[in-house]
């Protein structure tokens, strides 16, 4: 019997570590028809009940999918990008009527435009009541569906804030509608599109000057990235630009790298803390998540800030720390140290002294703590 308990408690704890993928027959009033939808849930989301997740949704949910959802889970698995809930919609029997544009102006028309309306009035309405979402969304397409991504944009109020579109299959009015309206964006919009050496000729055209018009814009609120790779044929386009799409939209989600803190942090003139709170505060505004400051930041900013010697800065870092993480020795760790490094040894002593009733973090040890605390005292008698 106790075997038996022990393996239903494996079983339940392997479930929690190990994404969700949920298979769904959608009934669309739109479409006159039941669409598979695939669902990709984060590790842990049935056990977070007060985490709310971006989507990222998935045309040509039949092949492409399983790539994306695979690498949200991995990316997400290191704290490079937020945990996200995975939509991919199944086109095999339909991708043609789907995508169905006006060879007069370019625009969805009958099945097409059906299709469009399913996905702005009846799926995301139903994946924001049912699961819980942040307002960040993503949409991938492939060729033909890279294309139809483009009219969510167009929309008054885009429906995504970032798109991927991967060797798209360009209507003939498409370059024109998009330079016109992504150089008024007034919101934030994440655009990510690709081709190669090997693409279909006339794909790589379109998109070599849709490249061009875009890359020519100035709006600070595009947030623009473009790859050209060199070998990958137009199916095996998709592998290669995924994880490059995924990194380019969730940079600043990231922890803080050795690039960015060899480039950028110690070549600061102002104080790396406000940096280390200006990079949270984005995170938060672009995805609507409030994360929690990692650990492998803090430690960036505290080594910045003794590289530099701008010792003055560890108080605030200490006040930071303290709210982040308010059981833990990691507060008062940089505020003692503030008060050692500024010519306060009492203050500095006292607060080390305190982490006997804190928990242990990042390798912080309260024996380290009280180590030196009786460094002080044995150099000033206290």
């Known amino acids: 019997m106790k075997q038996l ?54 045309f040509d949910g039949d092949y492409l999918f399983e790539a994306v959802a695979g690498n949200v889970d991995y990316y997400s698995y290191w704290e490079d990008m937020p945990e996200s809930i995975v939509v991919g919609i199944n086109q095999v029997d339909s991708r043609n009527s789907d995508i169905s544009y006006s060879e ?24 924001d009541s049912t699961y819980r979402t942040v307002e960040f969304r993503v949409i991938v397409g492939h060729g033909e569906t890279a294309n139809f991504i483009n009219y969510f944009l167009l929309k008054p109020q885009p429906l995504f804030q970032a798109y991927v579109a991967i060797s798209p299959d360009l209507a003939p009015d498409m370059t024109n509608y998009l330079s016109e309206k992504l150089s008024k964006s007034e919101g934030k919009l994440f655009y990510y599109m690709t081709t190669s050496d090997n693409d279909i000729k006339h794909i790589k055209s379109g998109v070599t000057k849709l490249n061009d018009a875009i890359s020519a814009l100035e709006n600070k609120n595009l947030l623009y990235s473009f790859d050209n790779f060199e070998k990958p044929s137009h199916y095996e386009l998709p592998a290669h630009a995924i994880p490059n799409a995924l990194e380019d939209i969730f940079l600043v989600f990231k922890p803080i790298s050795k690039t960015e803190y060899k480039e950028t942090i110690l070549k600061l003139e102002g104080s790396p803390v406000e940096y280390l709170t200006e990079k949270y505060q984005t995170i938060e505004d672009l995805f609507g998540i409030q994360k929690q400051i990692l650990i492998n930041d803090f430690n960036a900013i505290e080594a910045a800030i003794d590289k530099n010697e701008k010792f003055e800065y560890l108080e605030e ?66």
């Open 104 to 127: 007069q102006n370019s625009l969805p028309i009958e099945n097409g435009a059906a299709f469009f309306e399913f996905i702005g009035m009846e799926l995301l309405p139903y994946l």
């Open 317 to 382: 870092l200490g006040k930071i720390a303290r709210k982040e993480y308010p059981e833990t020795l990691l507060g008062n760790y940089y505020l003692a140290r503030f008060y050692e490094e500024t010519g306060e040894p009492k203050k500095a002593m006292k607060t080390y002294q305190s982490a006997f009733v804190l928990d242990e973090i990042a390798g912080i040890t309260k024996d380290e703590m009280l180590r030196r605390a009786d460094a002080i005292k044995a150099d000033f008698g206290y």
């Open 5 to 58: 308990i022990c393996l239903f408690a494996l079983m339940a704890c392997m479930q929690s570590t190990i994404a969700q993928v949920i298979y769904e027959p959608f009934e669309s009033t739109k479409l006159g028809e039941t669409r598979e939808v695939k669902i990709q849930l984060p590790r842990g989301y049935d056990s977070n009940e007060d985490k709310a997740y971006p989507i990222i949704l998935v």
